[in-house]
C-alpha cells in the first residue's frame, strides 16, 4: 500500500523551530521528487518547497526562503522539511507529495502529484 505519513508538527512561538517528517511506503521513494505543500485555515494550497530525486537540487517559495530547508535521505525513504524563524503566518496543515517525473513539481495543485499525505498542522502562535 503506497503511504505517506507526516509528522513533527505542533505548536511553537514565534520564531521557533519545527522539523517535519515525511515516511514514504509502498513505491520506489528515491524515483520521485518530492515537495512540500501547506494549507492554511480558508486558503487553497500553497506550495512550500521541493527536491529532485537524488537531493542535490532543491527550490523553495519566496515566503519561505532562508528560513526553510528541505532535505530527503533516499535510504531510509524519508523526507524533512527544517523550518525555523517561525512565523504566525506559517500556520497551516502541511503536506508532503511526490511525483515521478523528470523535472521537480512546484505547485500546490493535488492533481500534479501521484501521492498526497494526510497532513501535519503546524500552528505558531505566542
Known amino acids: 500500500e503506497v503511504q505517506l505519513v507526516e509528522s513533527g508538527g505542533g505548536l511553537v512561538q514565534p520564531g521557533g523551530s519545527l522539523r517535519l517528517s515525511c515516511a514514504a511506503h509502498?513505491?520506489?521513494?528515491?524515483?520521485?521528487?518530492m515537495s512540500w505543500v501547506r494549507q492554511a485555515p480558508g486558503k487553497g494550497p500553497e506550495w512550500v518547497s521541493a527536491i529532485n530525486s537524488g537531493g542535490g537540487t532543491t527550490y523553495y517559495a519566496n515566503s519561505v526562503k532562508g528560513r526553510f530547508t528541505i532535505s530527503r535521505d533516499n535510504a531510509k525513504n524519508t523526507l524533512y522539511l527544517q523550518m525555523n524563524s517561525l512565523k504566525p503566518e506559517d500556520t497551516a496543515v502541511y503536506y508532503c507529495?511526490?511525483?515521478?517525473?523528470?523535472?521537480?513539481?512546484?505547485?500546490?495543485?493535488?492533481?500534479?502529484?501521484?501521492?498526497w499525505g494526510q497532513g501535519t498542522q503546524v500552528t505558531v502562535s505566542s
Open positions: 507529495a511526490s511525483a515521478r517525473r523528470t523535472y521537480t513539481v512546484r505547485t500546490g495543485d493535488r492533481g500534479s502529484y501521484d501521492y
Open positions: 509502498g513505491f520506489t521513494f528515491g524515483a520521485y521528487v
